[in-house]
């Protein structure tokens, strides 16, 4: 049975046959030993490394070339016995590195690759990879510490421009408003912009990493549509630019956007993913959709109102026209006028040269011209008259681009002047004609009249001195008769005498004189000649002269006699019972009024339309009961307006009516 003892013995004596192996292989290679130490330095100095080993107090007991000079030595024997302290870096970096040393030196554990800087002799810091691990003994103590480092300061700085560089491509991607994203061959998000991760509603573009666009608010339609897209780019090794597309936002709401799309490679050419940026068009489309609107409402605006419209370029070649213009060219659409000019139209030469030649002014002058006349040939021949506008039109810069025109159709305009003209110079030929008609028949009355008034002054002398008893008596029966013979030759010659002031009234040979005048006494003349009448019928005839009316005036006495004389008769005439009232009053400073009023059997309304018409009457019949020629009331009014004055009419059936004459109001000098 083996012991413990044996198999001590056992494990000795392997051991010692080991050790002998050792010493013959030492005794073979005792010959190189010399040569290690100068292999082993020329090592140090020509590695890039820098090679450092201190004892167990950080105090330098080595280092390498290149470690001497970044410590500005000439040889690293200079290094022997320095401390950190001793070198050109900072103080708080000797403080880390000598920190380093004892943690390493004390755990017995190695630091591999970790960075820190170092200042060098000329003030710059660098920064440095270093490594370190702890020195034993034979024993297995540890002795100190032994260290390597590599100048890192391109590799970091490197590193600081890349991050400086993501930096300012984040900031750049989170800044522009386009969005951006990329996936990888699956079609899944490996990273986005701000933008675009707010469009899939969400708060940051990590959140959008690993999803795909069925994880998006957008419709699936919307995301089958996108990685399709993917797939074409990615498998075509083709780039797609700006297209449009719909996409649908966290909010619901629908959105247009326009896309452009390329495949990303690796460092082998190998597609690896797609890059996709996208633009949100929606405005633009909202504003393309109402500017395609506003050019339809335009076109049907323009193609329904009766104007002619079109629109030429600088080489006076048509780019537009609306539907009315094309007809009139006599083609279909006005599709078929762009491209062409005035030489290609229906119209003739000499008005194709006349319409350029009014546009060149145009545009050469910079001024509008404005609804002016010219003719146009219809492709049937027939000539048209149009009322034209004109107007240059203008760029963004304000340069003449063209001209802008506009016609009317005014045609049957122009023919109804045409007819208008002639009908004036018919009336003015008929004109002429009443005119001397009025004039000859002017004379003839007034040649009739006188010779009907010579006899008629000479039977109203006889009767009257037959009724007289000068000299001849006469029998009652002889006496009526002979008074019947004098009443109407009076009327008889007060109808002349009406014939012959309505001539000289028409035919401008009125002559009015004025004088002053006692409108007591003239107003007493006039009672006077009615009182009779209105005795007669049981009437009353009252007078009123407001206080306060001038004692005397200026006037025409046979003309205002004339007026008043039969504005009273008729009132007298027409009024069965009640009163007749003549009132005398100013108007206002400059006018004065002659009014009659009575309670008679009034004028209806449709008969005061003409009631002051010549030969005219309410009752025109042959029955009717007034008697009279219908001229009282013309002469009336012809001779107020002879005067400067009017007559006003108002009237109630049964209840009577009221004339009132306005005139100018004269009054006599000092000397008068």
């Given at each position: 049975?083996?012991?413990?003892?044996?198999?001590?013995?056992?494990?000795?004596?392997?051991?010692?046959?080991?050790?002998?192996?050792?010493?013959?292989?030492?005794?073979?290679?005792?010959?190189?030993?010399?040569?290690?130490?100068?292999?082993?330095?020329?090592?140090?100095?020509?590695?890039?490394?820098?090679?450092?080993?201190?004892?167990?107090?950080?105090?330098?007991?080595?280092?390498?070339?290149?470690?001497?000079?970044?410590?500005?030595?000439?040889?690293?024997?200079?290094?022997?016995?320095?401390?950190?302290?001793?070198?050109?870096?900072?103080?708080?970096?000797?403080?880390?590195?000598?920190?380093?040393?004892?943690?390493?030196?004390?755990?017995?554990?190695?630091?591999?690759?970790?960075?820190?800087?170092?200042?060098?002799?000329?003030?710059?810091?660098?920064?440095?990879?270093?490594?370190?691990?702890?020195?034993?003994?034979?024993?297995?103590?540890?002795?100190?510490?032994?260290?390597?480092?590599?100048?890192?300061?391109?590799?970091?700085?490197?590193?600081?421009?890349?991050?400086?560089?993501?930096?300012?491509?984040?900031?750049?991607?989170?800044?522009?408003?386009?969005?951006?994203?990329?996936?990888?061959?699956?079609?899944?998000?490996?990273?986005?912009?701000?933008?675009?991760?707010?469009?899939?509603?969400?708060?940051?573009?990590?959140?959008?990493?690993?999803?795909?666009?069925?994880?998006?608010?957008?419709?699936?339609?919307?995301?089958?549509?996108?990685?399709?897209?993917?797939?074409?780019?990615?498998?075509?090794?083709?780039?797609?630019?700006?297209?449009?597309?719909?996409?649908?936002?966290?909010?619901?709401?629908?959105?247009?956007?326009?896309?452009?799309?390329?495949?990303?490679?690796?460092?082998?050419?190998?597609?690896?993913?797609?890059?996709?940026?996208?633009?949100?068009?929606?405005?633009?489309?909202?504003?393309?959709?109402?500017?395609?609107?506003?050019?339809?409402?335009?076109?049907?605006?323009?193609?329904?109102?009766?104007?002619?419209?079109?629109?030429?370029?600088?080489?006076?070649?048509?780019?537009?026209?609306?539907?009315?213009?094309?007809?009139?060219?006599?083609?279909?659409?006005?599709?078929?006028?762009?491209?062409?000019?005035?030489?290609?139209?229906?119209?003739?030469?000499?008005?194709?040269?006349?319409?350029?030649?009014?546009?060149?002014?145009?545009?050469?002058?910079?001024?509008?011209?404005?609804?002016?006349?010219?003719?146009?040939?219809?492709?049937?021949?027939?000539?048209?008259?149009?009322?034209?506008?004109?107007?240059?039109?203008?760029?963004?810069?304000?340069?003449?681009?063209?001209?802008?025109?506009?016609?009317?159709?005014?045609?049957?305009?122009?023919?109804?002047?045409?007819?208008?003209?002639?009908?004036?110079?018919?009336?003015?030929?008929?004109?002429?004609?009443?005119?001397?008609?009025?004039?000859?028949k002017s004379e003839f009355l007034s040649t009739m009249s006188h010779e009907l008034r010579t006899p008629l002054n000479a039977i109203e002398g006889f009767t009257s001195i037959m009724l007289g008893g000068m000299g001849i008596e006469l029998s009652p029966r002889a006496e009526d008769m002979v008074t019947r013979i004098s009443s109407n030759s009076k009327r008889l010659l007060a109808l002349i005498n009406d014939f012959l002031d309505l001539s000289r009234i028409e035919s401008g040979r009125l002559d009015l004189i004025e004088e002053p005048l006692n409108i007591q006494s003239l107003v007493q003349d006039w009672r006077n000649g009615i009182d009779v009448l209105a005795d007669k019928k049981q009437l009353d005839l009252n007078v009123h002269i407001a206080d306060g009316f001038p004692t005397s005036i200026l006037g025409d006495e046979d003309a205002l006699s004339k007026v008043a004389v039969n504005l009273l008769s008729n009132a007298v005439k027409f009024t069965n019972e009640g009163h007749v009232t003549l009132t005398i009053d100013t108007a206002d400073d400059n006018m004065w009024r002659l009014i009659v009023t009575d309670t008679g059997i009034g004028i209806p309304p449709h008969a005061r339309e003409y009631i002051f018409d010549e030969f005219r009457q309410v009752d025109g019949s042959s029955k009717r009961v007034y008697g009279g020629t219908?001229?009282?009331?013309?002469?009336?009014?012809?001779?107020?307006?002879?005067?400067?004055?009017?007559?006003?009419?108002?009237?109630?059936?049964?209840?009577?009516?009221?004339?009132?004459?306005?005139?100018?109001?004269?009054?006599?000098?000092?000397?008068?």
């Amino acid at each position: 049975m083996t012991t413990n003892f044996d198999l001590l013995n056992d494990q000795l004596t392997e051991a010692h046959n080991r050790i002998k192996e050792l010493e013959t292989q030492l005794q073979a290679t005792a010959s190189q030993h010399d040569a290690l130490p100068n292999l082993f330095g020329l090592v140090l100095d020509t590695i890039p490394e820098r090679v450092f080993w201190k004892d167990r107090n950080s105090v330098y007991l080595g280092c390498n070339q290149a470690f001497a000079e970044d410590a500005g030595l000439a040889s690293p024997a200079e290094i022997i016995g320095k401390t950190d302290y001793d070198t050109p870096w900072a103080e708080t970096e000797a403080d880390a590195y000598r920190n380093d040393d004892k943690h390493v030196m004390d755990t017995g554990e190695v630091r591999i690759r970790y960075e820190e800087p170092q200042t060098r002799p000329d003030g710059s810091v660098f920064w440095l990879e270093t490594s370190k691990i702890p020195l034993r003994d034979a024993n297995g103590e540890v002795i100190g510490v032994l260290g390597t480092y590599t100048d890192i300061t391109d590799r970091k700085k490197a590193e600081q421009e890349l991050k400086n560089s993501q930096r300012l491509l984040e900031l750049v991607l989170d800044t522009i408003p386009e969005r951006v994203f990329w996936k990888d061959k699956n079609s899944v998000y490996l990273g986005a912009n701000q933008a675009f991760a707010e469009d899939a509603g969400l708060t940051s573009p990590s959140q959008l990493i690993g999803k795909t666009d069925y994880d998006t608010p957008w419709a699936d339609t919307e995301a089958d549509a996108y990685r399709a897209d993917d797939k074409h780019v990615m498998d075509t090794d083709e780039v797609r630019i700006r297209y449009e597309e719909s996409q649908t936002r966290a909010d619901g709401s629908i959105s247009w956007v326009e896309t452009s799309k390329i495949p990303l490679h690796d460092s082998n050419g190998n597609t690896i993913g797609v890059l996709g940026t996208y633009a949100d068009i929606t405005a633009r489309k909202t504003a393309e959709q109402e500017l395609e609107n506003s050019r339809r409402l335009l076109e049907l605006v323009i193609d329904n109102i009766p104007e002619r419209v079109f629109w030429k370029d600088k080489d006076l070649n048509y780019l537009g026209v609306n539907q009315a213009f094309a007809e009139d060219a006599g083609l279909d659409s006005p599709a078929d006028l762009i491209g062409k000019s005035d030489y290609d139209m229906p119209w003739g030469d000499a008005e194709a040269e006349m319409y350029r030649a009014d546009d060149k002014h145009v545009m050469e002058t910079d001024e509008a011209r404005i609804r002016y006349e010219e003719p146009q040939t219809r492709p049937d021949g027939s000539n048209f008259w149009l009322e034209t506008s004109k107007i240059p039109l203008h760029n963004s810069n304000g340069d003449i681009i063209g001209i802008l025109g506009t016609y009317a159709d005014i045609t049957d305009r122009k023919e109804a002047e045409q007819e208008r003209e002639q009908l004036i110079n018919d009336l003015q030929i008929a004109q002429r004609v009443a005119e001397e008609n009025s004039r000859l028949k002017s004379e003839f009355l007034s040649t009739m009249s006188h010779e009907l008034r010579t006899p008629l002054n000479a039977i109203e002398g006889f009767t009257s001195i037959m009724l007289g008893g000068m000299g001849i008596e006469l029998s009652p029966r002889a006496e009526d008769m002979v008074t019947r013979i004098s009443s109407n030759s009076k009327r008889l010659l007060a109808l002349i005498n009406d014939f012959l002031d309505l001539s000289r009234i028409e035919s401008g040979r009125l002559d009015l004189i004025e004088e002053p005048l006692n409108i007591q006494s003239l107003v007493q003349d006039w009672r006077n000649g009615i009182d009779v009448l209105a005795d007669k019928k049981q009437l009353d005839l009252n007078v009123h002269i407001a206080d306060g009316f001038p004692t005397s005036i200026l006037g025409d006495e046979d003309a205002l006699s004339k007026v008043a004389v039969n504005l009273l008769s008729n009132a007298v005439k027409f009024t069965n019972e009640g009163h007749v009232t003549l009132t005398i009053d100013t108007a206002d400073d400059n006018m004065w009024r002659l009014i009659v009023t009575d309670t008679g059997i009034g004028i209806p309304p449709h008969a005061r339309e003409y009631i002051f018409d010549e030969f005219r009457q309410v009752d025109g019949s042959s029955k009717r009961v007034y008697g009279g020629t219908g001229l009282g009331l013309a002469l009336v009014n012809k001779l107020v307006r002879a005067m400067g004055g009017s007559v006003l009419l108002e009237s109630e059936i049964d209840e009577g009516s009221t004339f009132t004459v306005t005139l100018p109001l004269n009054l006599p000098t000092e000397n008068e």
